[in-house]
Antibody, heavy 116, light 112 residues
Framework: EVQLVESGGGLVQPGGSLRLSCVVS????????MTWVRQAPGKGLEWVAN????????YYVDSVKGRFTVSRDNAKNSLYLQMDSLRAEDTAVYYC?????????WGQGTLVTVSS | DVVMTQSPLSLPVTLGQPASISCRSS???????????LNWFQQRPGQSPRRLIY???NRDSGVPDRFSGSGSGTDFTLKISRVEAEDVGVYYC?????????FGQGTKVEIK
């Protein structure tokens, strides 16, 4: 069974940092590009970032460029999102998903709240 | 960025009746490999998104056959042949043909 489990969310002050993790199982992690998608409270879905198979290439939505960094550890079946200089508008549930073009499996999400 | 426009944004439906959601993209979604990366997702209240349809018309495993997708180029449609109570939620189209991937605003399906 394919599973993606996010963790690392929480309450952080503006300007602070958080590192999200997504541990996967049930498929060969190193064979898939991976992506992060977020959803602000009561709002729609927004793609945030994705990373290629070996972690050598990544893409970001303009609003997080220079502040967020996506990475992966294929030996640990894990995807990460390092979030720095957080802003109130980054408040959202963050989902990891498999395959940016055809996201078929999603995690349950982890809530990030940026507030003083 | 490719803009995905869904209509309607709210869709009250009577149980057992059909429902249809339109999704239009600001440019063609035909990718260089010949595929059209247009997906449909269902998000029930309090749950993660679930993919229903991929590449326009392919139904995911376990998705009831009352769900169907169609379209080409820039115009796409998700149809529910007979709405059931478990279909309540928000439906999103999403394109993966152009970077960055983008989603429609979502269509909220509710029972009248």
């Amino acid at each position: 069974e394919v599973q993606l489990v996010e963790s690392g969310g929480g309450l952080v002050q503006p300007g602070g940092s958080l590192r999200l993790s997504c541990v996967v199982s049930g498929f060969t992690f190193s064979n898939y590009h991976m992506t992060w998608v977020r959803q602000a409270p009561g709002k729609g879905l927004e793609w945030v970032a994705n990373i290629n198979l070996d972690g050598s290439d990544s893409y970001y939505v303009d609003s997080v460029k220079g502040r967020f960094t996506v990475s992966r550890d294929n030996a640990k079946n894990s995807l990460y999102l390092q979030m720095d200089s957080l802003r109130a508008e980054d408040t959202a549930v963050y989902y990891c998903a498999r395959d940016p073009r055809l996201p078929d499996y999603w995690g349950q999400g982890t809530l990030v709240t940026v507030s003083s | 960025d490719v803009v995905m426009t869904q209509s309607p944004l709210s869709l009250p439906v009577t149980l057992g009746q059909p429902a249809s959601i339109s999704c239009r993209s600001s440019q063609s979604l035909v990718f260089s490999d010949g595929n059209t990366y247009l997906n449909w997702f269902q998000q029930r209240p309090g749950q993660s998104p679930r993919r229903l349809i991929y590449k326009v018309s392919n139904r995911d495993s376990g998705v009831p056959d009352r769900f169907s997708g169609s379209g080409s180029g820039t115009d796409f449609t998700l149809k529910i042949s007979r709405v059931e109570a478990e279909d309540v939620g928000v439906y999103y189209c999403m394109q993966g043909s152009h970077w960055p991937p983008t989603f429609g605003q979502g269509t909220k399906v509710e029972i009248k």
